[in-house]
């Protein structure tokens, strides 16, 4: 396939006379000022709702023109390009558009986007376009392929790899989550004999040997094309695997912001014991709400062998757990067995093993004083009717007892980390619709400056006094269980019918996603259903530059160890899809708290219209309030003040550094650094080259991918 592109330098005269700039506007330096800004071009639909989302979450700056809304932004020369200080001014480094051409035909709007993109070297990615040859490849119809591709594996091909999906191992699988609903729909096919399209992401066409392009560039009238033919939404997780790829493309691998992908695991209740699920009272005795009066408790504790799993575990894995740990369980255990607790013993022998956070003394709620003689539990008022709260000494004493409880054991604390039990102190409700006004106080007098919080309740991160919060995914692998019958059992009573013997959640709660048409079979429903579905939203987690961690219980690491099948599938099912140079970024707490923090003021700053950055050459400067932590991306060896930016990851370099007010300076490395703003060295057509179709007739197309 022929891979050539010819290019010729434009002078800024050139560039004058090529686009329309004001006669005045030459610099004595010919090269223009590309800002880093991303215009996206929406017609509303998933594909284009994606990218948004996705350059949303990595923190890189965007504009979008929404097609539908009337009184739109028009898309015009003045809109797209000026001059600033004498210097020709690129308005956006990449345009992404919902197809190859949106537009009708004979658009003055695809035509000024035409000649823009011509005169500055401006890419544009193509979101989801119907193969034609105006994308530069054969239409499906001539033996190529129109229709679902769900369950398929598509390749990243040799140049893919060499290029912006290099973070890949190779294989991007495609969802197929429902049999019957259509989850992603395609158009495989070759490119046009004599167009210059690579291929970067291709599958093989059904009832062929021969492969055909789902992701390609196509390079042509002077103009480079990112050529999506199949649809996704922002959560499959093959538009996430590829997400990255796409936004390193369109920008160079010079851009603001980043991502990562992370992932950590909490353990709670350490060195405690979780009391079991009884499955035929159907509650948990020793729970507040489990009050039948033939309830016994049966509690669950790891042992010294699950202590050597564990730790044996990470280091198969490259991977720190984080234990919770609650002191007065060791304690309990001693007196109950004259001084004997081997788990404890074990837990401080191996304590390096493993990451330490506070968890409170003895796991107490620390919300409101809690009346357990109803179901579900109600807060106890005062006489005058206002709630009764725990005390600041209560909890203060929670804290600092299991702090020293810690120290006198020589666990490796970080001593500003907290997780309370039950997240209480914290609001939840419907009982107690506000934080503990005790909390805060607390919190500041014994030094806490992160609080774990439940992400199911609340996903923002926010503050408790001088505390920030970390919420937390909770894993649906439940703390009271230990065996993979229990967790069935358990899971079949909370998410089925009343008529199948369930709770009747769902059909209190419509919106609860986890509901089940029937009940699992308590001895394949763990490995078969649980684990896949448990595995494929932790992993979504990961692929979503979402550094919040998820947390188990000790429970769940002992008896049949279920937890482990879900890590497993994370972690190994990672493996599989990254390269090595992309791993599993695996934080601390206050590590993660610091990140999210860091991304909150980042996105403030950037709604609030307060960054400015932009590329001559070379040099990249970035403008940005004091104090605010700058994030960006960029090629491996970029210099800030003469020292090395940022950390490898992902092929490139990036992180956070502060700003001082000043104008930021890097200084790309000279490989990158191109100067010169290429043409084909035709004129951009006045109009679109020919009518718009996107899809022929007779061909169906589904209007929206479903997750």
């Given at each position: ?527 078969g259903y649980i684990v896949p579905l448990e595995t494929r939203i932790a992993l979504g987690h990961v692929l979503s530059d979402d550094p919040r961690p998820h947390y188990i ?155």
């Amino acid at each position: 396939m022929k891979r050539t592109l010819r290019t010729t330098v434009l002078t800024v005269g050139a560039l004058i006379a090529a686009f329309g700039l004001p006669a005045g506007a030459a610099h004595a330096d010919d090269t223009p000022r590309i800002d880093l800004r991303v215009l996206l071009v929406s017609d509303g639909g998933p594909s284009t709702d994606a990218i948004a989302a996705e350059l949303t979450d990595t923190g890189t700056p965007f504009t979008e023109i929404d097609l539908a809304q009337s009184g739109r932004q028009v898309i015009d020369a003045d809109f797209l390009a000026d001059s600033v200080d004498g210097r020709a001014r690129a308005k956006f480094q990449a345009v992404v558009l919902p197809d190859d051409n949106p537009f009708a035909a004979g658009s003055s709007e695809m035509a000024a986007l035409t000649a823009y993109e011509q005169t500055y070297s401006i890419p544009q990615v193509d979101a989801y376009t119907y193969a034609r040859p105006q994308a530069g490849l054969q239409v499906p119809t001539d033996g190529g392929y129109s229709g679902s591709i769900d369950g398929i594996q598509a390749d990243v091909t040799d140049a893919g790899k060499a290029g912006p999906f290099g973070y890949l191992s190779g294989t991007v699988p495609f969802e197929d989550n429902d049999p019957s609903v259509n989850e992603s729909y395609a158009y495989l096919s070759q490119p046009v004999t004599g167009a210059d399209f690579t291929p970067y992401v291709e599958a093989t066409i059904p009832g062929t040997s021969t492969k055909g392009s789902l992701v390609g560039e196509y390079r042509h009238d002077g103009r480079r094309e990112l050529v999506v033919t199949f649809v996704y939404n922002q959560y499959q997780e093959q538009f996430r695997l590829l997400a990255r790829g796409i936004v390193e493309w369109m920008t160079g691998g010079v851009h603001l912001g980043a991502s990562r992908n992370y992932f950590s695991v909490h353990v709670d209740d350490v060195f405690a014991a979780d009391d079991r699920w009884n499955s035929e009272l159907n509650c948990t005795p020793g729970d507040v709400d489990c009050t039948d009066s033939d309830a016994t408790a049966d509690p669950i504790r790891m042992t010294p062998d699950d202590v050597d799993y564990a730790a044996s575990w990470e280091q198969s894995k490259g991977f720190t757990f984080d234990l919770a740990f609650n002191g007065v369980g060791s304690v309990d255990q001693r007196d109950d067995d004259n001084g004997v607790d081997l788990l404890s013993d074990k837990l401080v022998a191996d304590k390096n093993d493993f990451r330490w956070i506070n968890h409170t003394y003895t796991h107490a709620f620390l919300g409101c004083v809690q009346n357990t003689t109803v179901v579900p539990w109600v807060c106890e008022t005062n006489a005058d009717g206002s709630t009764q709260w725990v005390s600041q000494d209560t909890i203060s004493d929670e804290i600092a007892t299991n702090r020293a409880w810690a120290e006198t054991n020589g666990l490796p604390l970080e001593s500003d980390e907290l997780i309370t039990g039950e997240h209480s102190g914290l609001r939840v409700l419907p009982q107690q619709p506000d934080d503990n006004p005790n909390l805060a106080p607390a919190l500041a007098a014994n030094g806490i400056g992160w609080l774990g919080s439940d992400n199911s309740r609340e996903s923002a991160q926010r503050q408790v006094g001088a505390a920030e919060t970390v919420p937390r995914y909770p894993m649906n692998v439940f703390y009271n269980v230990a065996k993979a019958a229990e967790e069935v059992d358990e899971y079949n009573w909370l998410y089925t019918s009343r008529a199948q013997g369930g709770s009747g959640l769902c059909e209190d709660n419509p919106a609860t996603t986890t509901c089940l048409s029937a009940p699992l079979d308590t001895g394949t429903g763990y490995a078969g259903y649980i684990v896949p579905l448990e595995t494929r939203i932790a992993l979504g987690h990961v692929l979503s530059d979402d550094p919040r961690p998820h947390y188990i219980h000790q429970s769940n690491l002992t008896e049949d160890r279920i937890a482990y099948p879900v890590l497993n599938g994370v972690l190994d099912g990672y493996r599989t899809l990254f390269a090595d140079n992309t791993p599993v970024v695996n934080l601390r707490m206050k590590d993660i708290g610091t990140e999210l923090k860091r991304q909150a003021d980042w996105q403030t700053a950037l709604q609030a219209g307060q960054v400015t950055a932009y590329r001559i050459g070379d040099a990249v400067t970035v403008q940005a309030p004091a104090g605010l932590e700058v994030t960006a991306t960029l090629p491996t060896g970029t210099t800030l003040a003469g020292s090395a930016f940022g950390s490898a990851y992902a092929g490139a370099v990036s992180g956070w550094t502060p700003s001082t007010g000043d104008p930021l300076s890097l200084t790309l490395p000279a490989t990158t650094a191109t100067t010169a703003v290429t043409t084909a060295g035709s004129t951009a057509p006045a109009t679109d080259p020919a009518p718009h179709t996107r899809v022929p007739a007779g061909v169906a197309e589904p209007a929206t991918a479903t997750n």
